[in-house]
């Protein structure tokens, strides 16, 4: 089965730019997406079809995804950006998702 | 408003069952492949099940093919889990999810309006 691997954790300073990588086989022939959750909430799409923002997302968040990884990007990191994040693709007849990143602002 | 609201989830048996539902508003549910995501109790994001708009296309994750049944009343604008022969590992916040994409699709889902989740928890 189709496997999506990220960093169980990334640290930022706020203001910085932070970076979190999925990576799966050939990632780049498939679109790749992204999901912000904070504790206690339902995960909220962030970028979606590789590089595209759901309206009333923020210009800082970007995403790319090339090869055998995407990575999503958050430019100006705020403190309000510290979540646990999520990639996710479609594999034949599948939904993945990595396993989450925990992004952290200090 | 656009809006999903889950119901159905409680405490069952090992070996039970229980169906979920999810109330749509606020979009043409018609227009919209919906899905299930399940969140275990401190744990990563599960997807469960995909279905078309016009329910013509049907996933499974591999380990609820046979026990789960994903199905949904576009009359009612609802989404509904069958779920059968829940084990311990069935224990989870399940989100109701919808594509982002207005049409009839037959995969490649990406989901941009969740639910507040309902709680599944299997124990004896």
């Known amino acids: ?106 | 408003e656009v809006q999903l609201v889950e119901s159905g989830g409680g405490l069952v048996k090992p070996g039970g069952s229980l169906r979920l539902s999810c109330a749509a508003s606020g979009f043409t549910f018609n227009s919209y492949s919906m899905n299930w995501v399940r969140q275990a109790p401190g744990k990563g994001l599960e997807w469960v099940s995909s279905i078309s708009s016009s329910s013509d296309y049907i996933y499974y994750e591999d380990s609820v093919k046979g026990r789960f049944t994903i199905s949904r009343d576009n009359a009612q604008n609802s989404l509904y889990l069958q779920m059968n022969s829940l084990r311990a590992a069935d224990t989870a916040v399940y989100f109701c999810a919808r594509d982002v994409r207005s049409g009839s699709y037959s995969g490649d889902y990406t989901f941009d309006i969740w639910g507040q989740g309902t709680v599944v928890t299997v124990s004896s």
């Not at chain 1, 970028?47 to 997302?57: C, E, F, H, N």
């Not at chain 1, 309000?80 to 993945?96: G, I």
Request: charged share 10%.
């Open chain 1, 1 to 106: 089965s189709y496997e999506l691997t990220q960093p169980p954790s990334v640290s930022v300073s706020p203001g910085q730019t932070a970076s979190i990588t999925c990576s799966g086989v050939q990632l780049g022939d498939k679109y790749a997406s992204w999901y912000q959750q904070k504790p206690g909430q339902s995960p909220v799409l962030v970028i979606y079809q590789d590089t595209k923002r759901p309206s009333g997302i923020p210009e800082r968040f970007s995403g790319s995804n090339s090869g055998n990884t995407a990575a999503l990007t958050i430019s100006g990191t705020q403190a309000m950006d510290e979540a646990d994040y999520y990639c996710q693709a479609w594999d034949s007849t599948t939904v993945v998702f990595g396993g989450g990143t925990t992004l952290t602002v200090l």
